[in-house]
C-alpha cells in the first residue's frame, strides 16, 4: 500500500487544517495518523479501524481532530481544528491490516508508512 499524505501547511492559532492520506484501497485497512516534533518521540495522533465506528484519539487532541474515510475517494482524512503551537510537527499517516491496529496503534508497528506532510502553528 503507497500512501500519500497532504494537506499541510502553516497555520495561525487557533486555524484550521484537514490532513489526507490517499491510498487505492485504503478501507481495507486501519489507518492511523502521526506526529513527530523536532526532537520528539513519534507519537500516535488518531486511529480509524476498518470498521468506521472504530476511532481513537490521544488525549491531547481529543476534541480538536477528527478522523474520517471517504472511501469513493480511497482517502483518510484527519481534520484538525483550534491548532496550538504544540501540534507543530511533520504528520505521517501509516495502514495496518490488523483488526486490533486501533488499540494498539501508539506504540507504533504499522505496515505502512507514508511520507509526510509539516505542519506548522505559528503567529
Known amino acids: 500500500v503507497q500512501l500519500q499524505a497532504s494537506g499541510g501547511g502553516l497555520v495561525h492559532p487557533g486555524g484550521f487544517l484537514r490532513l489526507s492520506c490517499a491510498a487505492p484501497?485504503?478501507?481495507?485497512?486501519?489507518v492511523a495518523w502521526f506526529r513527530q516534533a523536532p526532537g520528539k518521540e513519534r507519537e500516535g495522533v488518531a486511529c480509524?479501524?476498518?470498521?468506521?465506528?472504530?476511532?481513537d484519539y490521544t488525549d491531547s487532541v481529543k476534541g480538536r481532530f477528527t478522523i474520517s474515510r471517504d472511501k469513493t475517494r480511497n482517502t483518510v482524512y484527519l481534520q484538525m481544528n483550534s491548532l496550538q503551537p504544540e501540534d507543530t510537527a511533520v504528520y505521517y499517516c501509516?495502514?495496518?491490516?490488523?483488526?486490533?491496529?486501533?488499540?494498539?496503534?501508539?506504540?507504533?508497528?504499522?505496515?505502512?508508512w507514508g511520507k509526510g506532510t509539516q505542519v506548522t502553528v505559528s503567529s
Open positions: 484501497g485504503v478501507h481495507r485497512y486501519a
Open positions: 501509516a495502514a495496518d491490516s490488523d483488526i486490533w491496529t486501533c488499540d494498539r496503534y501508539t506504540r507504533g508497528g504499522m505496515d505502512y
Open positions: 480509524s479501524g476498518q470498521s468506521e465506528s472504530t476511532t
